[in-house]
């Protein structure tokens, strides 16, 4: 149920706090808010979250040696071919793709997992936990989405939480790459990569709602600039 985002210019406050506590670059002072004091925010759907937890995971899956067919039947058991965007549906079929870009949903999907509330926490220094891997379908052992489901217990975000947590990230992004493009040093493992993958799964996730929100962008229509 969406409910009131909170105030933008407070949470853009405690988001340059965090910067500075990293030792990262400011954005300009213009840099633009995520959201307006007024709207709406929620999260999509959990149905459409999981689905998308798992349709990375069988991505992952091709990027670590999953055949193609079993991919792919993999996904059409769980009724979720039609989930593929254009590019990862190549690449699961035929393996069209690089294999590294791919594998870098894996920060995505720890991002959604945070939302879920299958996963702790989110920490931009840290990188995506070991024991991720143990809260998604398991493949190799032929797990199946219902089975999957029915062993994973949810507890979705606060969507005010998560919106705050977008605009952390959302201005990491414009940090590291700014501290990149000056050859400065990072504050953790994760690198522009990490970050923008982690920002890309929270935009996609967190809904606002007002006279300067869209309706919400499939997958691959997230705006990262």
């Not at 793709?97 to 870098?104: C, E």
Request: glycine share 8%; proline share 12%; hydrophobic share 45%.
């Amino acid at each position: 149920m969406a409910v009131p985002a909170p105030d933008p210019h407070d949470v853009r406050k405690a988001s340059l706090a965090e910067l500075r506590r990293f030792g990262l670059p400011l954005p300009p002072p213009n840099f633009p808010l995520v959201w307006d004091p007024g709207d709406t925010v929620d999260l999509r759907p959990l149905p459409e979250i999981e689905a998308r937890v798992a349709v990375l995971n069988v991505l992952l899956g091709r990027c670590f040696g999953m055949p193609p067919t079993l991919a792919l039947g993999w996904l059409l058991d769980a009724h979720l071919d039609d989930r593929l965007t254009g590019p990862e549906r190549r690449f699961v079929t035929t393996g069209e793709g690089d294999p590294a870009i791919f594998v870098l949903h894996l920060e995505a999907v720890f991002a959604l997992a945070w939302v879920l509330g299958i996963a702790l926490d989110l920490d931009p220094l840290r990188p995506s936990p070991d024991g991720l891997v143990e809260r998604l379908p398991d493949l190799p052992r032929g797990e199946s989405y219902a089975d999957w489901l029915s062993r994973t217990l949810t507890a979705p975000r606060d969507a005010r939480q998560a919106a705050a947590l977008l605009d952390l990230y959302y201005c990491l992004d414009w940090a590291h790459l700014e501290a990149e493009r000056r050859r400065a040093g990072l504050p953790g493992p994760l690198d522009s990569n990490g970050i923008g993958q982690r920002r890309w799964a929270l935009e996609w996730a967190v809904v606002f709602t007002g006279p300067h929100h869209d309706p919400p962008p499939a997958w691959d229509e997230i705006d990262l600039s």
